[in-house]
């Protein structure tokens, strides 16, 4: 079965991984395996269930290895993705028989020595490196590879980021061998005309079945207006994380990820089929929440319910 059969959305679950990454108290891996299958059983596609990051750099993934086995023997239709930092990462993802790697590349330089400690050329040699491995991959074998240029719409350190530049590397993440390229609103900074244009300019330069992810935060509140303005053109996908799961340091009572429960509601409401049940989703929270005592889960579909007579997409 292809991803998008049947649905007109794949909504990928990223609170494995960018959820719980700003989480100090560690989920036991038996708790995550648990939530990851009730998300399986309420329909979801697509997980991100951890990074392949050095384990003392980060605990709470530490397990993505076992993880990725762990899901991939027990839910071999579920797409499974992993954020790779580097080609060592991508190296162990693709041991442990990951489907997706996603290596994020921050636009603005600033952001990225800070946070990955490499320039922009540093991350492009990984980048060959990784597709010099996967190269050498039966093609069955081969995970699909993602750059993801984060600080798309803005950066807090540097402000504005120019649009040509996230372009430009956009273009250049394909020219290396990416298969496709992702925009990160990591800042929440984003504002829907802005999406319009930049996802526009983006697909002008190297096609639109080469830029059909954004990930979106909700920092500002503007979250599913601009996952609207997404849609109006032509994006299929959108990261969301349960419950909002690791919410906004810069906002508190804000998630940061646009929360997977309201989002689906957004979707189905608007006839656009996701394949995921909005109360197998419920499911899911509660396992969550049971697994993380006293940490804020967001949404507003989980407090005020669904209306009366909702009907999802047919
Ligand atoms: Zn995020």
């Known amino acids: 079965m292809g991803m998008m059969d049947g649905i007109d959305v794949l909504v990928s679950e990223v609170g494995p991984r960018d959820g719980l990454q700003s989480i100090k108290p560690v989920m036991p891996t038996a708790a995550k395996l648990a939530w990851i299958d009730a998300l399986v059983e309420a329909g979801v596609r697509e997980i991100e269930v951890g990074s392949f990051v050095p384990a003392h750099l980060l605990p709470q993934l530490a397990d993505t290895p ?180 690791g919410g906004c340091p810069f906002a508190p009572g804000a998630s940061g990820n646009i929360v997977t429960e309201d989002l689906v509601f957004m979707l189905e409401a608007m006839g656009l089929r996701t394949g995921i049940d909005p109360e197998g989703l419920a499911r899911a929270r509660a396992v969550l929440a049971e697994a993380l005592p006293g940490e804020p889960l967001y949404g507003f579909v989980p407090d005020a319910g669904l209306p009366l007579g909702f009907r999802r997409a047919a």
Do not use: W
């Open 66 to 245: 076992e993880v990725v086995r762990a899901v991939k023997a027990k839910h071999p239709g579920l797409h499974v993705a992993v954020l790779v930092p580097n080609a060592k990462g991508a190296e162990a993802a693709i041991a442990a028989g990951a489907d997706k790697l996603t290596l994020p590349l921050s636009a603005s330089e600033t952001h990225s020595l800070k946070n990955l400690r490499r320039t922009h050329e540093q991350v492009f040699g990984e980048v060959a490196r990784i597709v010099e491995l996967l190269s050498a991959l039966p093609a069955e074998r081969r995970p699909q590879f993602e750059g993801a240029v984060s600080t798309a719409f803005g950066c807090t350190l540097e402000g504005e980021v120019p649009e040509a530049k996230v372009v430009a590397l956009a273009e250049r993440l394909i020219a290396l061998g990416c298969d496709e390229v992702g925009l990160s609103d990591t800042s929440g900074y984003a504002n829907p005309a802005q999406v319009r244009r930049l996802v526009k300019a983006v697909h002008a330069a190297i096609g639109p079945e080469r830029m059909t992810g954004l990930h979106l935060h909700n920092t500002r509140g503007l979250g599913l207006a601009n996952v609207v303005a997404g849609l109006d053109v032509g994006v299929t996908t959108f990261d969301s994380s349960q419950g909002g799961l």
